[in-house]
């Protein structure tokens, strides 16, 4: 069993900036991505950033230029760095895990990101 502790996240104006971190513990094997998804209300789950154990990383297009996924393979944790917020990023923001040895996936528990002047 893997757990997901998520923090940062709450309100911002837009064009401001939060940063969210996650941290991983438990059974994690050597090859595994780390992501955050989100969900609006009345929306379905969303890919916001993606970095697979290569250390490739992908975007969603509503957000390239504005996010940054970073993460320290050793101490299991991932960040979210989010720029020039906008009123549309307001979600339910998860951090996810996925095992690449087996293709186990595990979720955090989510944080709200609001942002509204």
């Known amino acids: 069993q893997v757990q997901l502790v998520e923090s940062g996240g709450g309100l911002a104006q837009p064009g401001g900036s939060l940063r969210l971190s996650c941290a991983a513990s438990g059974n994690i094997f050597s090859r595994y991505a780390m992501g955050w998804y989100r969900q609006a209300p009345g929306s379905h789950h969303e890919l916001v950033a993606y970095?697979?154990?290569?250390?490739?990383?992908n975007y969603a297009d509503s957000v390239g230029g504005r996010f940054t996924i970073s993460r320290d393979k050793y101490k299991k944790t991932a960040d979210l760095r989010m720029d020039s917020l906008k009123p549309e990023d307001t979600a339910v923001y998860y951090c996810?895990?996925?095992?690449?040895?087996?293709?186990?996936?595990?979720w955090g528990q989510g944080t709200q990101v609001t942002v509204s002047s």
């Open positions: 996810i895990l996925r095992n690449y040895n087996d293709y186990s996936e595990y």
């Open positions: 970095i697979n154990p290569s250390d490739s990383i």
